[in-house]
């Protein structure tokens, strides 16, 4: 986008359907790999008759939306951008699904819990109302999706936001993240979370640190070899981050800051009667592991 033009002289620009209708033409063609489009071949595809109205449109989109070359037009990184977020139905779309029942229960309480999409937020809570997993979707997206559908994008959505976290770059600007740890109670547990909030767009969410974890390859590979498939693990089921528990059906595991400066966070899992220590920075990164094998795991290798 040109320097010279502000976030809200860019928004102004799109105010007119014509303009609009003439990014989707550059998108429908963008599927088909037509682009760039020539001059008339894109009037046509914008089904705006007069060319001199055409003409002062596409002019005012030009440098900023849609880039123009020898070769023709198409969209730029911002004309992609908007045309996405409009398909997604971002900024118009509704759409409700569920509530729905999930064979799952809350990590904090025990009870049953159910998933819902509303008005572009996707929730799992409990019948306690513990909001385990509160994430946006577009609603666009959303309308040919079934809900255990939604979860699963979601759910991935999620593991790489947290994967970006962990660069300090944010996943929707690429600018730079800030993420912060913390400790919260909630039902006498104490959870470790860590927030993320980008300087640039001001985008953030939070997640627990034991979400973080399952990431890790290196936890990855100790629940594997005992049976035991962790990585991208539904993050509602996720308890690791909540003292004296573990992933769902993996053991125990528990959590205590061991350094606040530098910050150090220390989990201790068992599986299979093996520890694994793992250590994390305040960006949820692996800084250090130590394995444990079993007393009786000892005693079979020393013979």
Same mark, same amino acid.
């Given at each position: 986008?040109?320097?010279?033009?502000?976030?809200?002289?860019?928004?102004? !620009?799109?105010?007119? =359907?014509?303009?609009?209708?003439?990014?989707?033409?550059?998108?429908?063609?963008?599927?088909?790999?037509?682009?760039?489009?020539?001059?008339?071949?894109?009037?046509?595809?914008?089904?705006?008759?007069?060319?001199?109205?055409?003409?002062?449109?596409?002019?005012? !989109?030009?440098?900023?939306?849609?880039?123009?070359?020898?070769?023709?037009?198409?969209?730029?990184?911002?004309?992609?951008?908007?045309?996405?977020?409009?398909?997604? #139905?971002?900024?118009? #779309?509704?759409?409700?699904? #569920?509530?729905?029942?999930?064979?799952?229960?809350? /990590?904090?309480?025990?009870?049953?819990?159910?998933?819902?999409?509303?008005?572009?937020?996707?929730? /799992?809570?409990?019948?306690?109302?513990?909001?385990?997993?509160?994430?946006?979707?577009?609603?666009?997206?959303?309308?040919?999706?079934?809900? %255990?559908?939604?979860?699963?994008?979601?759910?991935?959505?999620?593991? *790489?936001?947290?994967?970006?976290?962990?660069?300090?770059?944010?996943?929707?600007?690429?600018? %730079?993240?800030?993420?912060?740890?913390?400790? *919260?109670?909630?039902?006498?547990?104490?959870?470790? /979370?860590?927030?993320?909030?980008? =300087? *640039?767009?001001?985008? #953030?969410?939070?997640?627990?640190?034991?979400?973080?974890?399952?990431?890790?390859?290196?936890?990855?590979?100790?629940?594997?070899?005992?049976?035991?498939?962790?990585?991208?693990?539904?993050?509602?089921?996720?308890?690791?981050?909540?003292?004296?528990?573990?992933?769902?059906?993996?053991?125990?595991?528990?959590?205590?800051?061991? %350094?606040?400066?530098?910050?150090?966070?220390?989990?201790?899992?068992?599986?299979?009667?093996?520890?694994?220590?793992?250590?994390?920075?305040?960006?949820?990164?692996?800084?250090?592991?130590?394995?444990?094998? %079993?007393? *009786?795991?000892?005693?079979?290798?020393?013979?």
């Amino acid at each position: 986008m040109d320097e010279g033009v502000g976030p809200a002289d860019a928004f102004e !620009l799109l105010a007119a =359907e014509p303009r609009m209708d003439v990014l989707r033409a550059l998108a429908a063609a963008r599927r088909e790999g037509a682009t760039p489009l020539a001059f008339s071949a894109l009037r046509r595809r914008s089904a705006i008759d007069d060319s001199g109205r055409f003409n002062y449109h596409l002019g005012k !989109l030009v440098g900023t939306f849609i880039e123009k070359t020898e070769a023709g037009y198409d969209l730029s990184y911002a004309g992609r951008s908007v045309v996405a977020a409009v398909t997604a #139905g971002t900024y118009t #779309g509704t759409e409700r699904k #569920g509530p729905e029942p999930l064979d799952d229960d809350c /990590v904090l309480c025990g009870a049953a819990v159910t998933a819902r999409y509303a008005d572009g937020e996707l929730a /799992v809570r409990c019948g306690n109302d513990h909001g385990l997993f509160v994430t946006g979707f577009p609603p666009g997206a959303a309308a040919d999706m079934e809900l %255990s559908a939604l979860l699963e994008t979601a759910s991935l959505r999620t593991y *790489q936001r947290i994967e970006f976290a962990t660069t300090g770059r944010c996943p929707e600007c690429f600018g %730079s993240l800030v993420t912060t740890p913390t400790t *919260q109670e909630v039902e006498g547990d104490r959870i470790h /979370v860590l927030r993320s909030s980008c =300087e *640039q767009c001001g985008e #953030g969410f939070t997640a627990s640190a034991g979400t973080y974890l399952v990431l890790a390859p290196e936890v990855v590979a100790f629940y594997r070899e005992r049976g035991v498939d962790v990585h991208h693990a539904r993050p509602w089921t996720v308890a690791v981050a909540v003292d004296g528990r573990g992933v769902e059906g993996t053991g125990t595991a528990e959590a205590s800051v061991v %350094s606040e400066e530098p910050y150090r966070l220390r989990f201790d899992l068992t599986a299979a009667g093996d520890r694994l220590a793992v250590t994390l920075d305040d960006r949820g990164r692996v800084v250090s592991t130590d394995l444990t094998a %079993s007393e *009786q795991k000892r005693r079979s290798a020393d013979r």
